[in-house]
C-alpha cells in the first residue's frame, strides 16, 4: 500500500495511440489490447424550420438496423504490464462442502455466492456489454467500455468489484464515481445486491443528504463506496474517508460527469488512489478529455465497444425513434394527444431543458387530469427521493425531468421517453433516448421539433439516419 505522498503521483503518461475494439469470448490474464483511431465530424447548419401545414402524410416505418461487430482476435502479449500485481482477493469459505470453487454463467466462471444472487436477481444471461468487459476484470486488466446506455454495465463492473474486495475489511477497496446522486443509489443497490451473499457491503454517498449519517456509516467500515465527485471531496477533506486501499476504481458515466463539471475533481480523486489500483471506465462517448483521463490513469486497457465506429451516436436498435414537427405554441397539446395513445401499463419520461419549464408542464397536466411529477435540481432531496421511488415502483406513470435530474437514471420499466425541448446536442439526445430500451427491452423516443430545431435535428438525422429517426406528424397537423 502507497502513502498519500506517493499517491499523489500516480498521474501516468501514455502514448497517442487510439483505441481499437476488443472481442474476446475467452480472455487471458496475458492478453493486451490493440489501439484504433476513429474521427468523427458533423455538418453545421442552421436556420428556422418550416412547420408543417395541416395535411395528412403516411409515413413509412423500417426496423433499425441491428449494429454489426468486426470480431478480430486478440493481440499477442508484448511485455509485462506496468501496474504492479495486486493481491488476490480473499476467497470465502462456502458452506456446503461439495460446491465447485467456481460455476458458470453464461461462458463466464463466478463464485457460487454471486451466481446465486445473480439467479435471484433472475439475471440468466450476461448482456453483451457482461459477456465482454467481465472476464478481463475477472482477470485484473483495466477496462475501457463503450457502449450505449441500458446495456447492463452497471453489473459488468459491480461483478468483478463485489468478488474482487475483501468483504470483512473495514477498510475502503472498492470506488465507483457517478455523476448524479440518483445514479449513486442505483449504482449502490445494484452492487449490494450483486454482493449480498458474499456479505460485501455499499456505502453511498453524495450531496443533498445528511453527512452525519454518511460519515456514520464510513466509520463503521465498508469494502465499497459508490459516490459523486464532489460529495467524495467533500469527504476526504474531512479525514472521514480514507482512499489509500483503493484496489479497483470505476469512472461510471465518464462523459456525464465532465459534461456536469466534474473534470478536476475526477482526476483530483483518482491521483489520491493507489498506482497499482485495477480501473475501469465506462462512458457512451470519448471526447478528448476522456481519452487523455484514459491514457493517464489506466494501465494498458482492453477497450469494449459495442458500436461500430468509436463515437458514441449509436442508440440501441429496441427503440422505435420517431420525431414531429411542433409549433411551440402546439406542444402541449402535442403531448396530451401522445399521452393519450399509450397503453395503460406504458411509463413515460418528458425532457424539458430548464427547470421552470418542468414545473409550469407539470403543473398545467395536472390540471388537464394527468397524473404527473417533475423532478429537478431546484428541489429538496427529500422531495427528489419520494417523486423516484414513485417512479421506480410504478406507482407514477409520467416523469418530468431536466437533463441533469434524469441523467444515470437506470429504470428498466421506462417504455417511452418524449423530448419536449430538444437537446441541445447529438449527445444529450442519444443519453435521453437510453433511458428506454433497458436491458434489450422495446421502447419509444418521441421528439418534438421546433421552429428553432433545424439544426439540432439535422445533425441528429446525419448521425442516427433517417431510417431509424422517422417523422411523422401529429393529429393536430393532420397526421
Not at 481499437?20 to 490474464?29: I, W
Not at 408543417?52 to 504490464?81: F, H, I, L
Not at 472521514?240 to 484496489?247: I, K, M, P
Not at 411529477?373 to 421506480?392: K, N, P, T, Y
Amino acid at each position: 500500500m502507497e502513502n498519500e505522498s506517493e499517491t499523489r503521483n500516480a498521474a501516468r503518461s501514455r502514448g497517442d495511440a487510439a483505441p481499437e475494439e476488443r472481442e474476446d469470448p475467452s480472455f487471458s490474464r496475458n492478453s493486451t489490447p490493440r489501439r484504433d483511431s476513429n474521427a468523427s465530424s458533423e455538418r453545421p447548419s442552421g436556420g428556422r424550420r418550416k412547420l408543417p401545414r395541416r395535411r395528412d402524410a403516411v409515413v413509412k416505418r423500417t426496423r433499425p438496423p441491428v449494429v454489426e461487430r468486426r470480431e478480430e482476435p486478440p493481440a499477442a502479449s508484448n511485455g509485462a504490464s506496468s501496474h504492479q500485481e495486486s493481491p488476490e482477493p480473499t476467497l470465502r469459505p462456502v458452506p456446503q462442502s461439495d460446491r465447485p470453487k467456481y460455476v458458470r454463467w453464461g461462458m463466464i466462471d463466478l463464485t457460487p455466492e454471486v451466481a446465486d444472487a445473480l439467479a435471484d436477481m433472475n439475471y440468466r444471461e450476461p448482456s453483451e456489454i457482461q459477456r465482454l468487459a467481465i472476464p478481463p476484470l475477472l482477470a485484473g486488466r483495466d477496462v475501457v467500455g463503450q457502449a450505449v446506455t441500458g446495456s447492463g454495465k452497471t453489473s459488468a463492473f459491480g461483478i468483478p468489484m463485489a468478488e474482487a474486495v475483501d468483504p470483512r475489511s473495514r477498510r475502503v477497496e472498492g470506488l465507483v464515481l457517478v455523476p448524479t446522486r440518483e445514479l449513486a443509489q442505483q449504482v449502490t443497490k445494484e452492487i449490494a445486491a450483486v454482493g449480498s451473499k458474499l456479505g460485501v457491503t455499499v456505502a453511498a454517498v453524495y450531496g443533498g443528504a445528511p453527512i452525519n449519517r454518511q460519515i456514520d456509516q464510513l466509520e463503521r467500515g465498508v469494502p465499497i463506496v459508490v459516490g459523486t465527485p464532489g460529495r467524495i471531496k467533500d469527504h476526504m477533506a474531512r479525514r472521514t474517508l480514507d482512499l489509500g486501499n483503493v484496489r479497483f476504481a470505476v469512472l461510471d458515466e465518464a462523459d456525464e460527469m465532465l459534461d456536469i463539471g466534474f473534470a478536476d475533481d475526477m482526476e483530483f480523486i483518482l491521483r489520491r488512489t493507489p498506482n497499482n489500483r485495477q480501473t475501469a471506465l465506462f462512458s457512451a462517448t470519448i471526447p478528448g478529455f476522456i481519452l487523455k483521463l484514459i491514457r493517464r490513469y489506466l494501465d494498458d486497457p482492453v477497450w469494449v465497444k459495442l458500436v461500430e465506429k468509436f463515437d458514441g451516436i449509436k442508440t440501441a436498435a429496441e427503440v422505435n425513434q420517431v420525431y414531429f414537427d411542433v409549433a411551440e405554441r402546439d406542444k402541449q397539446r402535442g403531448v396530451r394527444e401522445v399521452l393519450d395513445q399509450m397503453p395503460d401499463n406504458s411509463q413515460t419520461l418528458i425532457f424539458r431543458r430548464m427547470q421552470i419549464g418542468v414545473d409550469r408542464l407539470a403543473r398545467d397536466l395536472d390540471r388537464a387530469g394527468y397524473a404527473v411529477r417533475g423532478i429537478h435540481g431546484g428541489m429538496s432531496q427529500r422531495d427528489r427521493d419520494r417523486v423516484m421511488s414513485s417512479f421506480r415502483d410504478g406507482s407514477l406513470r409520467v416523469l418530468i425531468a431536466t437533463n441533469v435530474a434524469a441523467r444515470g437514471l437506470d429504470i428498466s420499466t421506462i417504455t417511452h421517453v418524449i423530448n419536449y425541448d430538444m437537446p441541445d446536442n447529438v449527445e444529450e439526445y442519444v443519453h435521453r433516448v437510453g433511458r428506454t430500451a433497458r436491458m434489450g427491452k422495446q421502447g419509444t423516443a418521441i421528439s418534438f421539433v421546433g421552429e428553432h430545431d433545424q439544426e439540432i435535428i439535422e445533425k441528429v438525422l446525419a448521425k442516427v439516419g433517417s431510417g431509424i429517426l422517422n417523422h411523422k406528424l401529429l393529429a393536430i397537423y393532420g397526421g
